[in-house]
């Protein structure tokens, strides 16, 4: 795989730089154009942002008492993402939820 990239890493290091075109220079701008950009605000639209990761839960319940295992288990994971996203705003999943709740408060998956 080497010999095969040698030569082409060699063919764009020797290769003689192409001249550049330049752009056009914008129009000028009217007051009107200026109305009209300052009406709309360029906003960012904020997409919820959604990773995988495995917890690992035993080492979070350890010595836990059994009726406070599954709220606990929720806490864990939000206090979790928010360190690994670096976040305040943690929304827990209704799936994920259920699903740590589904053996009950005692068994957590």
Known sequence: AQAILAPRALRACTAAPQPR?????????????????????????????TMDYTVHLHKYLHKTQFKKRAPRAIRAIRRFAEK??????????????????????????
């Open 21 to 49: 075109e330049r752009a056009a220079p914008p129009p000028p701008r009217t007051p009107a154009d200026m109305a009209k950009a300052a009406k709309k605000p360029a906003r960012k639209t904020q997409e919820p942002k």
């Open 84 to 109: 690994v996203m670096m976040t305040k705003d943690i929304r827990i999943d209704t799936k994920l939820n259920k699903f740590v709740w589904s053996n009950g408060i005692r068994n957590i998956p």
